[in-house]
């Protein structure tokens, strides 16, 4: 089987090392070469034709992000940053890489070693079958909707992965202030979800912000699940539709688990809801969004042209969950449609 040839991007020569050694440790993968800089890395793109590269945000002569945003129009390929806790993260997926880590700040060599076991390794193979093509912006020709939503005890569902948090923003931009509560799983590593909430907020009509438990689910508000080790749910509290987050167990490996939250809205919500899944490497939120659907609720898919991994979207569709398949532009303009029928 050929292995994943992988180019680390590293200013630090530990870290670089660590990484390098981390991940030729994985029999599916090969690093092929380093490079300390952002004009190391072009040249070892164009002589080793990498499948994968990591790239520290932070590097001398030019940064992660400048570097990806002049990179990708001519060699096009799947970037995985490597990130202190900041809001850069989010300009380089911006930019064009498909995922993020957050970089172990303090840790000790074998807690570095542990990192790239359990986290990096997953991370190169998912992006190793990426499609960086998706993420070329696709311009929304029509206005997204005209109807209008009259009911507005109904709840919206999103549960995304790898290539989400784009596609998140794509579809909340689209939302106006009219939209029914809105609720989301979107995978992510702790603290990174609040700033991500920060800055969909600033650029969407619609609010948003992390979730905690006792946030009543209202007209023209997004929350977003938090990072870490608890699950999202929706209880029905008075009347209201509110979330608790509850620490648990990885369900279908990650927590919080976008099945969870959607198993929830199944139970409590019923038919008053749209479920929608997007792109992601998996299954997670295939088995939620067919109890949504068996419930009487309306349910979109995203579509494998527009997906960065069609992974979690296709599995919902081959198991019957998804009631309509969508590009990315057209799915905020069908959940409109959907929500002025209810």
């Given at each position: 089987m050929r292995r994943?040839?992988?180019?680390?991007?590293?200013?630090?020569?530990?870290?670089?090392?660590?990484?390098v050694r981390g991940l030729s440790a994985d029999p599916e993968i090969e690093v092929v070469a380093t490079a300390k800089d952002p004009f190391e890395a072009r040249d070892a793109i164009i002589a080793h034709r990498p499948d994968v590269m990591t790239l520290d945000v932070e590097l001398p002569k030019m940064n992660g992000i400048e570097f990806l945003r002049k990179l990708m129009p001519q060699h096009p390929l799947p970037v995985i940053v490597i990130s202190s806790l900041?809001?850069?993260?989010?300009?380089?997926?911006?930019?064009?890489a498909v995922d993020f880590v957050a970089k172990p700040v303090g840790a000790s060599g074998i807690?570095?070693?542990?990192?790239?076991?359990?986290?990096?390794?997953?991370?190169?193979?998912?992006?190793?079958?990426?499609?960086v093509s998706a993420k070329k912006k696709t311009v929304i020709q029509s206005p997204?909707?005209?109807?209008?939503?009259?009911?507005?005890?109904?709840?919206?569902?999103?549960?995304?992965?790898?290539?989400?948090?784009?596609?998140?923003a794509t579809v909340l931009k689209e939302f106006d202030t009219d939209?029914?509560?809105?609720?989301?799983?979107?995978?992510?590593?702790?603290k990174f979800t609040e700033m991500y909430a920060q800055r969909l907020d600033n650029m969407c009509k619609v609010r948003v912000k992390e979730a905690k438990t006792?946030?009543?689910?209202?007209?023209?508000?997004?929350?977003?699940?938090?990072?870490?080790?608890?699950?999202?749910?929706?209880v029905k509290v008075n009347g209201n539709f509110q979330?608790?987050?509850?620490?648990?167990?990885?369900v279908n490996g990650h927590c919080p688990s976008v099945d969870v939250l959607f198993q929830s809205v199944a139970e409590v919500v019923k038919n008053n809801a749209v479920g929608i899944i997007l792109t992601g490497m998996g299954g997670d939120g295939a088995k939620g969004l067919l109890e949504m659907k068996k419930a009487g609720a309306r349910t979109i898919g995203q579509d494998e042209s527009t997906c960065i991994v069609y992974g979690m979207p296709k599995v919902a569709y081959e198991i019957g969950a998804v009631e309509y398949q969508e590009k990315l532009p057209e799915i905020a303009k069908r959940t409109y449609s959907l929500l002025s029928k209810m």
């Open positions: 994943i040839r992988v180019l680390v991007v590293e200013d630090s020569l530990l870290f670089r090392e660590i990484l900041s809001s850069k993260v989010f300009d380089a997926l911006n930019a064009g807690q570095i070693e542990d990192f790239v076991k359990n986290e990096l390794i997953e991370k190169v193979k998912v992006a190793s079958v990426a499609k997204v909707h005209n109807e209008k939503v009259a009911n507005k005890n109904l709840v919206v569902a999103i549960g995304a992965s790898t290539g989400g948090t784009e596609a998140i939209i029914p509560g809105v609720v989301i799983v979107q995978h992510m590593p702790p006792g946030d009543v689910v209202l007209p023209g508000q997004v929350l977003i699940a938090p990072g870490g080790d608890a699950h999202m749910q929706l979330v608790v987050i509850k620490k648990g167990p990885k």
